[in-house]
Every structure is written in C-alpha cells, then in structure tokens.
C-alpha cells in the first residue's frame, strides 16, 4: 500500500473535520444559453464522510461532471447549499475560491493535456502547484520525489509526458493533484482512455492513497469494475441522487464481493424509482403507499383511481 510519510493528518482538514466533509443539501445548478435554460442539477442532496471514497457514476448528461466541478472550485451553484470542510461554495468570494482550488482540493481530468504542462519534466509538473503556492524549493524538490517513489514512478521524474505510457501519465496527474496536500482529490473519468489493467492499477493505488492518508476522493467515472475499490458507488440520473450501492464480501465464495443497492430519499421525501420499476407506473403515474410491519411498500394502484371527467347533460327543451 502507498506510503506518505510527510503527508501527515497536520496538514489535512478532513482528518479532523467533525460531520460530513461534503454536504449538499437541494443542490441546483442552472445554465442559461440565450433564451434556453437547462437544468443540470435538480435539488440534489449528497453526503461525503471525511476519508470516504466514493465514486459517481451516471449516464451523460445526468449531472455527474456539473458536480464535480462545482465541489472544484470551477463553477457556481445556482441554489441550495453546498458546503466542503468549512467553505461554503454558494457564498464564498472570488479571492477565496482561489485559495480553496490551490491548497483545498486536487483535480485530476481525463485528458492528459489538461493535467501535465507538455514542455515540463514529470517532476517540475509536480513542483509548479507548489511554487504557485509560494513552497520553497527544497520543500518541493523533497515532496516531489517522495510522492513519485511512493507512486512507482521515481525513475520517470525526468521525462516529458510524451514519453510516458497512459498509465504513467494519469499516475503523474494524480502526483500534481497532491502536490499541495489537499484533503479533497477530485477526478473524472481517472481511466477512460486506460485499458482494464491499467485501470485497475489506477483505481487501486488511488484506494492506497486514500487508505494511508484518509484524503476523501470523489471519482466519476464509467469503469464497471469500480465498486470493488471504493466504499460505495452514488448513481445519479437527472440531476438527482437516484441510488447508492455498497459492496460486501461474499464469504460463501472467497474473494468475490454482493452489491447491495438502496433507493435515496433526500431530504423533501422524495425518490427515483430504478428505470426498470418505473414502467409499472406509467399509466396515470400514480403509485400507492402502503406500510406494512414497519416496511414501507410502493406498489401501482388495481385500478385507475382518477374519476372520469364528463360534461354535464344539458336539458334541452
């Protein structure tokens, strides 16, 4: 497992941060295009513990990148609350989103050229978060080759990124994403454009990491292997949480994982039904609720529940 002996619970809020680390509560965001507004994220509620790993999955479209960016630092909320450690996104100042995006949080995107400067070494892509943050270079040269040897990648520090294979680089872009210690790393798509075994080795060294720091990390991705290395996959469908599914060990084969998935009812009391029950309700789009021992059962109604609307006969004389 990764080791970072400098990268110390000193210099991480979430370590020691009480309650969820991220907290959205009826969540919009709201895109205005001329005349055409579009809804991207629809009252969403989700809740992050400090060191949780977790990933995002959804079909595109659904929200998944809006949020990702709006936890960065990159975009505005248009409503509702939406708070990482002590900030508070909605009502935070320019200067101070600034400072959150250097020291706060790390970003890793799925595009290389967005992660790594092409005409800087592996190691001075490293070092430039932390000059833009004012380190020393002593501070930065020793945190570099800490990090790079923790990450397999010691050897490489004098490469270009042309000269990395894709594993190589995603691994350099997480190293930039750390570089100035944040609790909150941040990726999307981390292994689209990585084959199986590449990506494996990626979600698995970004499950050390989170391991032996406690850095919480959200992932979106689509990669159908991911539920075996985080704590619990948050599905997401029009701009709202759908579902959560949790992975435990099935002790009835050895190594093989049961995923459980739960229905999320936020905090208004409302809920998405999986696509596949919602056919069940299309006549009428009515539902009945039931309890029953404690248990909580939706079911179609037997019938059409809506009385008939018909016109009044009119006596004619």
Sequence with gaps: MTQFSSYSPENAPAAQHSGPYIDCRDLFKIYKRSELEVVALRGLDLSVEPGELIAIIGASGSGKSTLLNILAGLDRPSAGQVIVGTRDLLDVSDSDLVKYRRSEVGFVWQATARNLVPYLSVADNIELPMALAGQPAKARRAWSGELLE????????????????????????????????????????????????????????????????????????????????????????????????????????????????????????????????????????????????????????????????????????
């Design 150 to 317: 923790s990450l397999g990648m010691i050897e490489k520090r004098y490469r270009f990124p042309y000269q990395l294979s894709g594993g190589e680089q995603q691994r350099a872009a997480i190293a930039v994403g750390l570089a100035n210690k944040p609790p909150l790393l941040l990726a999307d798509e981390p292994t689209g454009e990585l084959d199986t075994e590449n990506a494996d080795s990626i979600f698995e060294m970004i499950r050390g990491l989170n391991r032996s720091f406690g850095v919480t990390v959200v992932t979106v991705t689509h990669y159908p292997g991911v539920s075996r290395f985080v704590d619990r996959v948050v599905h997401i469908r029009d701009g709202r949480i759908g579902s959560e599914t949790f992975s435990r060990p099935d002790y009835r084969r050895d190594g093989d994982t049961v995923e459980d998935e739960y229905v999320v009812v936020d905090q208004a009391g409302r809920l998405q039904l999986p696509l596949e029950y919602t056919d069940h309700f299309r006549h009428g789009g009515l539902a009945r609720i039931q309890s029953d021992g404690g248990k909580i059962i939706i079911e179609p109604p037997d019938s059409n529940p809506r009385p008939s609307r018909t016109r009044p006969s009119q006596n004619r004389s």
